[in-house]
Each structure stands twice: as structure tokens, then as C-alpha cells.
């Protein structure tokens, strides 16, 4: 049967899979916090991120899209992360990556991309305890800048900072 049949999947077109960045429209908006609720679940299973979605929807609407640049990564149609970042502060949000995308270089991609859109240098706040995040953000350029407590959950956080170098 071929495969653009009734009940088959279509033909895959060479480069379907290549990661592609687009910027974040609010149709994106239930996909983008179904992957951070997915992904920071994945990654604290403890916590219950199914009752902090409305929060998050809140905070994303009123506190990140008014003010960052999202950009969205996608792999085969498929949203495989997403950063976002504020270039007037230099603040980067979040980086947010399926947990099936770890490891394939999306992560790298957005951190590329926050640079570029924040090219005097980036700040972030990351949990102390996210041992690979602290890890990939050293690896790329950040610094440790200090301790802090995150603002929402008083959880110890690293203070990271990367500045372009001339």
C-alpha cells in the first residue's frame, strides 16, 4: 500500500526531522505549557505540576509573553522546546525541552538562539539540585553570579550569567 493511503502515516520528505526555530504565536500557547508541565514533571516527579498549570498559564500570560522573546523549536512538526528571554534585562525564563528531545541538541539550539537575541549577555536563575541544566549552562559560557531563592517557591537557585566576550 503506499504510504499516503487511508489509516498509514504519509511519506516522510527528506528533512521533516531537521530542528527548526520559529517564533511563538498564541496559537502555540496549550502546547507550550503542556511541554513545560510534561517536561518539568519528567524532571521532579514529586511535585504535583498538574495542579500548577493554571498558575503557570497565569504567570505565562501576564508576566512572559508581554515582555520576552519566545522562540519555539520544532522537530517534525512536533514542538520540541521552546526559550524564552527578555533582551531589555538580559533575563532568560526558561529553557524547555521534551524529555524525548534530551540530549538531541535542542536544548543547545535555544541557548544559541537566546544569545543572539540577548547579545550584550544573559542572566538566569536555575535550581540548585538540576545538576544537568547547571552542567549544560557551564559547559556553554555561564558563570556562577551568587545564590537566590526562587521568588515563587523559595527553593535554592544559582545565579548564572553569560556575557559575550568582544
Do not use: C
Not at 518539568?40 to 500548577?52: I, S, V
Request: a positive charge; hydrophobic letters at 45%.
Amino acid at each position: 500500500m503506499e504510504s499516503g493511503s487511508p489509516g498509514h502515516a504519509a511519506a516522510r520528505r527528506p528533512g521533516d526531522d531537521k530542528l527548526k526555530l520559529r517564533p511563538y504565536t498564541a496559537a502555540d500557547e496549550d502546547a507550550a505549557i503542556e511541554l513545560w508541565r510534561r517536561t518539568w514533571a519528567q524532571h521532579y516527579p514529586h511535585l504535583d505540576f498538574n495542579k500548577r498549570v493554571d498558575w503557570w498559564r497565569t504567570r505565562w500570560r501576564s508576566e512572559l509573553v508581554p515582555v520576552a522573546r519566545i522562540v519555539l523549536a520544532e522537530t517534525g512538526g512536533a514542538l520540541a522546546g521552546f526559550v524564552t528571554v527578555d533582551p531589555k534585562t538580559k533575563y532568560l525564563d526558561q529553557i524547555v525541552v521534551a524529555p524525548e528531545q534530551w540530549g538531541a541538541g535542542v536544548a543547545l539550539a535555544l541557548l544559541e538562539e537566546a544569545k543572539r537575541l540577548s547579545p550584550a549577555g544573559l542572566e538566569l536563575l536555575v535550581n540548585k539540585d538540576n545538576f544537568r541544566a547547571v552542567r549544560f549552562y557551564e559547559k556553554h559560557g555561564f558563570v556562577y553570579a551568587g545564590e537566590d531563592k526562587n521568588p515563587v517557591s523559595g527553593i535554592a537557585v544559582n545565579r548564572m550569567a553569560w556575557r559575550a566576550h568582544a
